[in-house]
């Protein structure tokens, strides 16, 4: 995988598919927030001002979860799901290393989506 610093095209860190534009997605909640679904299952949320992560991580998490905000609190971070952090950078519209208070982009992927019993 090449870094995101010499590749123009925003790509899907997980499986380096092109992702699209990120779009507003409503949330069975009834709010929303911008972002996407790969092809390869992982999920994206955009955050402009870089200052709702935690917001942008829950609803990322819940959107990976087809919305089922139970089975998303219960997962545990690089056991269950993978997160990437992206900055964007949009003069140069590309990735670059992430830094508070710029636009960022989490990327999330769930490894199993399948029940696990413990
Ligand atoms: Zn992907």
């Given at each position: ?59 990322g998490l819940t ?56």
């Amino acid at each position: 995988m090449k870094s995101a610093e010499e590749d123009p095209i925003l790509k899907c860190p997980f499986c380096s598919r092109p992702i699209e534009e990120p779009a507003e997605i409503r949330t069975r909640f009834g709010n929303t927030f911008t972002g996407g679904r790969c092809e390869c299952g992982a999920v994206y949320v955009y955050d402009r001002s870089g200052h709702n992560l935690g917001d942008a991580y829950v609803d990322g998490l819940t959107y990976a979860c087809n919305g089922d905000a139970d089975r998303a609190w219960s997962l545990t971070p690089d056991v269950d799901y993978e997160i990437v952090e992206l900055g964007y950078d949009t003069r140069r519209k590309r990735f670059s290393d992430a830094r508070r208070k710029t636009p960022t982009f989490l990327f999330i992927q769930i490894k199993d989506l399948t029940p696990k019993v413990r």
